[in-house]
Nanobody, 112 residues
Framework: QVQLVESGGGLVQPGGSLRLSCAAS???????VAWHRRAPGKQCELVAA???????NYADSVKGRFTISRDNAKNTVYLQMNSLKPEDTAVYYC???????WGQGTQVTVSS
């Protein structure tokens, strides 16, 4: 069983930045990793994903603002979020292996 722990969320003003981290209890080398988010009253949506080979994709709403990356040596995946908007407010979750493993989530609030 792989344990995933997200961190780095918090309260920021519009236009600010945050970097989320997802630390795994074991090797992440074999996994595609994705970040999803859920806002109150909304379904969970895919934000970004990175394959084990390093290929990435992003939701249209975050392209040019968010960057997903992975450090296999540290068993950690990151989501760098820049130019944050109020509509980015949500709980952000990482998952490995197309949903085989999920973290507990970290709250991101963008508000003035």
């Amino acid at each position: 069983q792989v344990q995933l722990v997200e961190s780095g969320g918090g309260l920021v003003q519009p236009g600010g930045s945050l970097r989320l981290s997802c630390a795994a209890s074991g090797s992440i080398n074999q996994y595609t990793v994705a970040w999803h988010r859920r806002a109150p009253g909304k379904q969970c949506e895919l934000v970004a994903a990175v394959t084990r080979g390093g290929s990435t994709n992003y939701a249209d709403s975050v392209k040019g603002r968010f960057t997903i990356s992975r450090d296999n040596a540290k068993n950690t995946v990151y989501l760098q979020m820049n130019s944050l908007k109020p509509e980015d407010t949500a709980v952000y979750y990482c998952n490995f292996g197309y949903g085989a493993y999920w973290g507990q989530g970290t709250q991101v609030t963008v508000s003035s």
